[in-house]
């Protein structure tokens, strides 16, 4: 349950870092525009609100299988951690590159979101240890996750 509600603290922050930066391409003018009328720029906010949806969508699952699962539903948790990190990872430096220079100045809230969440996205366990951590869940209990997919077991 721990890693499920630290993912969710992830993806609140993701879904902070993606407000600030919507209102901060609307503000900056580039060119004689926001720079948020260009469709480059659109297109990585929008790529960043769908991970940050799908996100939102995987942890409500998973928080509900934990409390319905009779397995204890540890592999669907470390799913949605695994999940988690790579998103805001992916958002995280979209929001950053969006903000230009000012994405790394601590004058920015942005930057200090970033840098507040590192600690829950490198503890108890990185990308690698989770996803490995992950494929022993799957082969000792299986895997239920948000689609049908065969069963894995």
């Not at 525009?33 to 949806?53: E, R, S, Y």
């Not at 829950?120 to 690698?128: E, I, M, Q």
């Amino acid at each position: 349950l721990h890693q499920a509600l630290v993912a969710w603290t992830v993806l609140g922050t993701a879904d902070r870092a993606v407000a600030l930066t919507v209102e901060h391409v609307n503000a900056r003018v580039q060119f004689g525009k926001p720079i948020a009328a260009f469709q480059a720029v659109q297109f990585q906010l929008a790529d960043a609100a769908v991970g940050v949806a799908g996100l939102r969508e995987l942890a409500g699952f998973t928080l509900w299988r934990v409390g319905t699962a009779s397995d204890g539903a540890s592999a669907d948790v470390l799913a949605l951690r695994l999940h988690a990190l790579e998103v805001a990872r992916a958002v995280l430096r979209t929001c950053q590159q969006l903000h230009g220079a000012a994405g790394v100045c601590d004058e920015y809230d942005v930057s200090v979101l970033t840098r507040m969440i590192q600690p829950a996205l490198r503890l108890p366990a990185g990308v690698d240890r989770t996803a490995t951590d992950l494929a022993r869940a799957i082969d000792t209990d299986g895997f239920t996750g948000l689609f049908p997919h065969g069963g894995a077991r």
